[in-house]
């Protein structure tokens, strides 16, 4: 049975923001990710925030997959933020040095600021 995802996308300036809830784990991150692939390689502007505000279990293909989405973006000077993570999920990160390659911002909004400048 696959674990509950719930992922909200909106625009704000030409930034593509995806906010998280529920799980990310085996039974959905290969799913979520593949769509996630989709969407984001036909958005022209390639400015995007993944706000994890409301995850509650992260595994650890998903953090492969964000930084495979990283790589990629990186690699043709595309923007990426990670926003709202809740204490337990910046520690998993950190833990895996995701932090040292992909920008952390406290909140959506921090994010966005940074993107545009």
Known sequence: METLI???????????IFEF?????ETNADKTFWSLYKIIWNFEWKKIIFNLSWLKYLNSKSIGYIADIFSNI???????YI???QEWVKDVLELVWITSIVPVADTEEEAVIAIKA
């Open 6 to 16: 719930e992922i909200k996308q909106k625009d704000i300036d030409w930034i593509m």
């Open 74 to 80: 990186e690699e043709n000077e595309w923007k990426i």
């Open 83 to 85: 926003t709202n993570c």
């Open 21 to 25: 809830a529920w799980e990310l784990d």
